[in-house]
């Protein structure tokens, strides 16, 4: 197995699709910096399944997407595929090829696969631990990886070697059963609790369903004969109300009722046509109303028009208005003469202005002429001035140089050449060192005692947690039991008390304290009374007993109930047998009404050790009353049984009590073994604290050794390089003494060039012409500017004179508009004045004419009143006519009156019977008389059916009376509760096992998990501690290394420790080796890792980047070994990994930000020859 192809698409700086082809193996991939060769390995990890944006270098998942650069837009997802060749058949799936691939889309959505199916990270990442490759990744070695190793704790270290033996899937499925164990630890202890309560109270619930049996077969009777009874009733009751059937005098009725009848039609005919004269009379009133109103409209519309004329003829507009538009033009005309003239004046003075600006551009051209041969001149002077200045320093460099020779050589003339101070130093060195080495051994000594503290304080808080969680996980079946034992003690007036009705309690039994183990005798005397519901005031009862039906057992205790004192009985009479103590001295409560309840119901009450003793004692103390603990009371004329179901409730609720108070203790213990933790963990923590502190001290010491090995390494290059400078200086004095002749001819040569350069270069050059033409610029600059004003004000004269001319036609033209809108005004008030007296001459015919209407419309309104009047007459006549027949038909109704009455009764009868019919046995009348009428013959058990008898049916509903009578209240629903409970018991019996054996079985894989665990690791670490040994001989030639166990008899948790001491140095700390010695170590781990279970591949990104060539050659070595069994694909930028490698790959990233791959497949042959 081998990795054959790696593809990336929009992943991290390969933007393009890029697809490398890696060889079975050794693949190098090379580049600059920052090109994007570490993507590659980032790829590898992430396609495989890591989860971890840290762990490829980024902030979060999504950094993985090319983000785009400056010439390139970013992208929507990123996408991976890898393909193995499966040839070995590694991986455990029927194909040769195996590609798997991942895709991450921008949005959050992420995509697996595995040759083209879709598939879960879990599935690629259990595909990849059968073949070696865990998800941890540790056969991919990034950067910063080598230092992760070299830093991990010892059980950190385990993992690795774990994960190369594929132990962790199985310590997966350890902790997955573990999880389950302690959820079904705690389902096991809550169905445990609920079994035992159901237990308690399944016995009463029997007695209570057979009770409940027998009361239903004695209803059933009680119902037939009720049946019977009531179908007799009701067809006796029929027969009387047909008997009562009246005759009348139907003629008699019948002729009143018809003179009625025509009365009221003749009375409604009547009222129709007083309906239609009010209606024609008010219809004329209205229509006088408006002819009066439009008569007044038009006399008054007559009156305005006659005004309006007046006014029109009276008022006339004014025909002149402003100044004369004649005036107004001929201003204007005047005002455009005077602009011509102006402009003529701005035309000859834009003419001067232009003959002065061409003046002006002539003297600044002659100006700038003059200015550049100034510039010459004065460059050529400043030419001279640098030649003249370099010769100065020419010869003032040669001058000190000599003078510096001079004083070198007499320095080293006078340097001392003794080297005994340096010999001297060296030897002290020496000697320091030696004494800090043997100063060591006391504190590696200290270190040992604080690590054993260390490690006691971290088992002395190992069973402070464990004693915690223990205490945690009673507390929890506490809360448990408590939840079962709440639901077996909830009574069954809970409905009640729940209905949130103001004042209303719970049951008496609550309020009540009994000694633990007298709940049933109290129980049983109570009876009811210990289930009633405790109420505030009467009217609380009496709203209680309007809203729930049924058996409703209610106690008025309010806060304002009086407290009646309790008669004192004759002592002699309630005295119970002797060393006997009544039932009362077992039960109190909070309430003194109700202590006064208890007085009265348990006076006289004594507990019995059995029913045989309870008898006798009822013969000796006839007044009193002795129950037994299973519920029998006994006194001198009744002996009952109480039901189960009450007293199991009473011990549920001193059960109740008693988990409460016992959550409280283990609440408190808790608290105090959490306190203990803190305590032990702060014990630990300055345990640890000291074990660093002497950690620190030794790694001070060791910091010491080093230096002063330092110091005397020192001296000695000290010592040779003052031997080295006394050689030196007797060479310099040789050459300084050559170098002086030098100087010496080199400042001569310099002084007579300077004496040669007589040419005077202070001369300043002639600058009149320059600032003669400067004057002459300036003046015409002041002519140009006072021509542009002059320009400017004709400009503005001309603008003037034209505005204002134009503005005087404008104010003419207004002035003409203004003298036609008068005239037009005029004429059209002339209309309007002819207009209003044509509309007064009109309105005055319309008032005549309407005052004509409004006479003739008065005369037909007095007509129709005077008809009104008759109509009405008539009506109250035939009113009087009805009422004196209705008064003959109320006295005929009234004799009927009373022979109805005795028909009536007959119906309440048969109404009664018909509601009892139905609430009672619930049947109609019909299939009442059907099924239990007199026609229809009792059926007798056993026998053959007998004909109706009243007195023998009676004779059956009494005895059935009495039956349920002596039976009692029972629970009707107990039979449904015990099946109920029964089922329920079976279930959970049932799902006890089920959780049992689960547990068995759980407890047995972890077993099986954690044997094959030892036997694994314990082989892995074997073969990797014989592989690291032999591979850091290698690496580090004379030097010693070792893996061992910080507990070697505890192989499920014990860690790996590394210890490395490379040849010539005594310390075996990682932290006091050098960075390439430390990174060879890590290698070593990694490779004994790989060698010892050995993995399809490795990827190494830039390990051997800290090492020298020595190491480098010693390391790939090691790498051509792993070649022999592994494909490695190797990032690295040095020369001699890229001559080992059977592919190069170079990854290059031009400005565009996007990274590109170049291959090229090296032979054996070529690798050699290179």
């Not at 350890?174 to 079994?195: C, E, F, H, I, Y």
């Not at 909830?490 to 009640?496: E, G, K, P």
């Not at 609440?667 to 640890?688: D, I, P």
């Not at 508009?817 to 209003?836: F, G, I, L, T, W």
Request: with cysteine; net charge negative.
């Amino acid at each position: 197995m081998f990795l054959k192809t790696l593809t990336m698409r929009g992943f991290k700086s390969f933007a393009h699709a890029t697809t490398l082809e890696l060889e079975p193996g050794i693949t190098c991939v090379v580049g600059p910096n920052g090109s994007g060769k570490s993507n590659v390995v980032d790829a590898l990890a992430w396609v495989m399944g890591e989860q971890g944006a840290k762990n490829l270098r980024g902030g979060k998942m999504d950094d993985v997407i090319f983000a785009g650069t400056a010439k390139k837009q970013g992208l929507g997802r990123a996408e991976v595929s890898l393909t193995i060749d499966n040839t070995d058949g590694a991986i455990p799936i029927d194909y040769t090829e195996v590609t798997i691939s991942r895709t991450l889309f921008r949005s959050g959505g992420s995509e697996y696969s595995v040759n083209g199916a879709p598939a879960r990270l879990l599935d690629i990442q259990e595909l990849l631990n059968d073949s070696g490759l865990g998800k941890e990744m540790h056969v991919i070695v990034g950067q910063g990886r080598l230092d992760e190793i070299l830093h991990a704790d010892p059980e950190t270290r385990r993992g690795f070697i774990e994960e190369a033996a594929g132990v962790l899937k199985h310590r997966r499925r350890k902790d997955k059963a573990l999880r389950k164990l302690t959820g079904l630890q705690t389902n096991l202890d809550r169905v445990g609790d609920l079994r035992h309560e159901l237990s308690k109270q399944l016995g009463p619930l029997a007695r209570q369903a057979k009770a409940a049996t027998r009361a239903a077969t004695v209803q059933a009777q009680l119902r037939d004969a009720t049946a019977r009874l009531l179908a007799d009733d009701i067809v006796r009751v029929q027969a009387k109300l047909e008997a009562t059937h009246t005759t009348e005098d139907e003629t008699i009725r019948q002729e009143l009722e018809n003179t009625v009848a025509t009365l009221a039609t003749h009375i409604e005919q009547f009222t129709s046509r007083v309906s239609q004269h009010e209606a024609h009379t008010e219809q004329t009133e209205k229509m006088l109303a408006r002819v009066t109103k439009a008569v007044s409209k038009a006399k008054a519309l007559a009156e305005r028009a006659r005004d309006r004329n007046e006014l029109l003829l009276s008022v006339q507009p004014s025909s002149q208005t402003g100044e004369d538009p004649r005036a107004l033009e001929n201003r204007a005309a005047h005002y455009l003469r005077e602009r011509d003239t102006a402009r003529e004046d701005l035309e000859q003075r834009e003419q001067k202005l232009q003959d002065a600006l061409e003046k002006c551009q002539q003297a600044e051209q002659e100006l700038a002429t003059a200015n550049a041969e100034l510039a010459q001149q004065r460059e050529l002077i400043r030419t001279h001035l640098r030649e003249r200045a370099s010769l100065e320093s020419e010869a003032t460099v040669a001058t000190r140089a000599l003078e510096e020779a001079k004083k070198e050589l007499a320095t080293l003339q006078d340097q001392q050449t003794d080297t005994s101070a340096e010999e001297k130093a060296l030897t002290e060195a020496q000697a320091r060192a030696r004494q800090l080495e043997h100063s060591e051994t006391d504190l590696d000594s200290q270190h040992e005692t604080a690590s054993a503290a260390t490690q006691k304080a971290r088992d002395h808080l190992t069973n402070v947690r464990e004693n915690l969680a223990e205490a945690r996980t009673n507390l929890r079946q506490i809360q448990a039991r408590i939840e079962a034992l709440t639901l077996a003690a909830t009574f069954a007036s809970h409905d009640i008390g729940e209905s949130g009705i103001d004042g209303v309690g719970g049951p008496v039994a609550e309020s009540l304290t009994i000694t633990p183990g007298h709940e049933p005798h109290v129980t049983a005397v109570l009876g009811s009374l210990a289930t009633a519901v405790v109420v505030s005031t009467m009217d609380t009862a009496q709203q209680v007993l309007t809203q729930f039906d049924g058996d409703v057992d209610l106690v008025v205790l309010g806060e304002d109930a009086e407290v009646v004192p309790t008669p004192a009985p004759d002592g002699t009479s309630l005295r119970g047998p002797a060393g006997e103590h009544p039932v009362r001295e077992y039960v109190t409560s909070d309430s003194a009404v109700m202590n006064n309840l208890l007085d009265h119901a348990l006076a006289g009450v004594y507990e019995a050790p059995d029913s045989t003793t309870a008898h006798t004692w009822m013969h000796e103390h006839p007044a009193c009353t002795f129950v037994t603990s299973r519920g029998e009371v006994f006194s001198q004329h009744r002996i009952r049984r109480a039901g189960g179901e009450d007293s199991a409730r009473m011990q549920a609720k001193a059960e109740l009590e008693k988990a409460e108070r016992t959550q409280v203790e283990a609440t408190e213990a808790v608290a105090a073994l959490e306190k203990n933790e803190q305590t032990t963990q702060a014990e630990f923590e300055k345990a640890q604290t000291a074990e660093n502190e002497a950690l620190d001290a030794l790694y001070e010491s060791d910091a010491k050794i080093m230096a002063a090995q330092a110091e005397v390494t020192k001296a000695a290059t000290t010592l040779n390089d003052v031997h080295e400078r006394i050689n030196a200086r007797d060479s310099r004095m040789k050459v300084l003494k050559d170098h002086i002749a030098t100087a010496t001819q080199r400042a001569h040569d310099a002084s007579e060039k300077l004496n040669s350069n007589t040419q005077s270069v202070d001369t300043e050059p002639d600058t009149s012409v320059v600032e003669a033409l400067t004057a002459e610029h300036r003046e015409l600059n002041e002519t140009v500017m006072e021509l542009k004003v002059s320009v400017r004000a004709a400009g503005d004269r001309v603008k003037f004179l034209t505005d204002r001319a134009q503005a005087l036609n404008r104010q003419a033209e207004r002035e003409r508009e203004a003298r036609e809108k008068a005239k037009e005004e005029k004429e059209r008030r002339a209309r309007m004045a002819h207009e209003a007296k044509t509309l007064g001459e009109t309105a005055t015919q319309l008032a005549d004419h309407f005052s004509g209407v409004e006479e003739r419309l008065t005369e037909q309104l007095t007509a129709l009143k005077h008809q009104r009047h008759t109509h009405r007459e008539e009506l109250d006549q035939a009113y009087e006519q009805r009422a004196q027949a209705m008064e003959k038909l109320a006295q005929l109704k009234e004799a009927q009156h009373a022979a109805n009455l005795a028909r009536e009764r007959h119906v309440l009868q048969l109404e009664e019977l018909t509601r009892r019919a139905n609430e009672e046995v619930g049947l109609g009348v019909e299939n009442l008389i059907e099924q239990f009428g007199p026609h229809v013959p009792v059926p007798v058990e056993g026998e053959n059916p007998v004909p109706y008898v009243r007195a023998d049916i009676q004779k059956i509903a009494k005895q059935a009376k009495k039956e349920i009578t002596a039976i009692g209240a029972v629970n009707p629903l107990a039979l449904e509760e015990y099946n109920a409970l029964k089922e329920r018991h079976d279930y959970l019996e049932a799902q006890i096992n089920d959780i049992e054996k689960s547990r068995a079985e759980l407890l047995k894989l972890v077993d099986e998990v954690d044997a094959h665990v030892r036997d694994v690791f314990a082989e892995a670490f074997a073969d990797t501690k014989r592989e690291f040994e032999r591979i850091f001989q290698r690496l580090f030639p004379g030097g010693e290394g070792e893996l061992t166990l910080t507990d070697p008899n505890d192989m499920l948790t014990t860690g790996v420790e590394v210890f490395a001491r490379p040849a010539g140095k005594r310390v075996k700390r990682l932290s006091l080796l050098s960075g390439g010695e430390r990174s060879l170590v890590a290698v070593a781990i990694l490779v004994a890792i790989f060698k010892a279970r050995p993995s399809p591949f490795y990827v190494m990104d830039e390990v051997e980047a800290a090492l020298d060539d020595v190491n480098l050659s010693r390391l790939l070595t090691v790498f051509q070994e792993l070649q022999e069994a592994s494909q490695l694909i190797v990032i690295t930028h040095q020369k001699r990994t890229m001559e080992i490698a059977d592919a190069l790959y170079g990854v290059t990233m031009s400005g565009d930000g996007i990274s590109k791959v170049i291959s090229q497949k090296l032979s054996r042959e070529t690798t050699s020859a290179h």
